[in-house]
């Protein structure tokens, strides 16, 4: 296209220039990837920076990034190998406490098994069983245990815990002081972050309650299928030898 009359040429400036062929360098990699594998002999002589300060080929960059690549595949590998061995082993100690606790003769034999398993195979350091009853009738016997409590479902104490009743899945993380107080009692300082269990779906029929004296054992985030299955499990035992 030719210039009219008078119309000065707009010449671009050295920088612009470079500019350009790099732009058209970068769209004909992209579009010939396989430039490269062409032109072997290339990969050692080019140079890029390094954090370090120093060139390096391209060759000995694209190794440093496949070495950090396979750092972190490696690291990832090792985590997901790691959290399958413990899910394991909760899956064992899970199926393990619930033969206990569904073959027991007696309640109080059931109690025993569920207290002792969950203090030597789950590290928990207190525990604490609410056993619910209607009001209006006479409240079911219970084992005799320290820590298994019957109590009216409409019972003043328990509705600090309305909030944990009513959700669908178990609650970890940090009680109230009232709370702790009312289920562990002269235990509550070891209780220092908790696992709060309720037991049965649309009725409540109780609440198991763990703590333990390691702030991260029953973290906020912490998943809670074990937990779902273990309230399951107590919630079987109780209806085989309390069906109200």
Not at 55 to 78: F, H, T, Y
Not at 213 to 219: D, I, L, M, S, T
Request: aromatic share 6%; net charge neutral.
């Amino acid at each position: 296209m030719r210039k009219k009359a008078g119309e000065k040429e707009t010449r671009k400036t050295p920088l612009e220039e470079v500019q350009e062929r790099e732009q058209s360098i970068a769209k004909y990699l992209q579009t010939h990837p396989d430039f490269f594998a062409r032109h072997p002999d290339l990969l050692s002589e080019l140079t890029i920076p390094h954090p370090s300060g120093a060139a390096i080929s391209l060759v000995e960059r694209q190794l440093a990034l496949l070495r950090g690549q396979n750092r972190e595949l490696k690291r990832q590998l090792r985590d997901l190998i790691e959290n399958a061995m413990v899910n394991d082993d909760l899956s064992k100690k899970v199926h393990k406490l619930a033969l206990g606790v569904l073959t027991a003769a007696t309640p109080q034999a059931a109690i025993e098994v569920l207290f002792s398993s969950l203090q030597t195979g789950f590290d928990v350091d207190v525990i604490a069983l609410r056993l619910f009853f209607d009001g209006k009738s006479l409240p079911p016997p219970a084992p005799d245990h320290l820590n298994v409590m019957r109590v009216s479902r409409n019972a003043p104490e328990l509705e600090v815990f309305a909030s944990v009743l009513k959700s669908p899945q178990p609650i970890c993380g940090r009680l109230t002081v009232e709370q702790r107080d009312y289920l562990f009692g002269e235990e509550a300082e070891r209780a220092v972050s908790c696992a709060l269990i309720p037991l049965g779906e649309e009725q409540r029929r109780g609440m198991l309650a763990m703590g333990s004296q390691e702030p991260n054992r029953f973290r906020a985030d912490l998943g809670t299928i074990f937990l779902d299955y273990l309230g399951v499990i107590v919630e079987r035992a109780l209806h085989r030898h309390w069906p109200y």
